[in-house]
């Protein structure tokens, strides 16, 4: 069984960065699309940043330049780097899998595997 935990949040001021890290275990991650979602308070969860065997794929026009995804297959580990934060970053960051061999899609119902979501905080 795939288990998801998501590190790295914290408060942070405009314009500056965090990594976010999102380690899996029990299953290696060859086999899954990792994507990142966020929730802010009041909103739906929305996708940010998706990685597969085929590439990346970017759900939201707002981070366009700011974010990246990356994986680490040796660490069994995703992570999103995060520059020129701005307060609307502000959310709940989460990591999710969709079943096995599955691409990445943008809509949270097609993720099967999640983790438990780090604070994100962006605020002077």
């Known amino acids: 069984q795939l288990q998801l935990a998501e590190s790295g949040g914290g408060l942070v001021q405009p314009g500056g960065s965090l990594r976010l890290s999102c380690a899996a275990s029990g299953v290696s991650l060859d086999y899954y699309a990792i994507g990142w979602f966020r929730q802010a308070p009041g909103k739906e969860r929305e996708g940010v940043l998706c990685i597969s065997g085929g590439g990346t794929a970017n759900f939201g026009d707002g981070v366009k330049g700011r974010f990246t995804i990356s994986r680490d297959n040796a660490k069994n580990t995703v992570y999103l780097q995060m520059n020129s934060l701005k307060p609307e970053d502000t959310a709940v960051y989460y990591c999710?899998?969709?079943?096995?061999?599955?691409?990445?899609?943008?809509?949270?119902?097609?993720?099967?595997?999640w983790g438990q979501g780090t604070q994100v905080t962006v605020s002077s």
């Open positions: 999710a899998a969709p079943p096995a061999y599955h691409y990445c899609s943008g809509f949270h119902g097609d993720y099967d595997y």
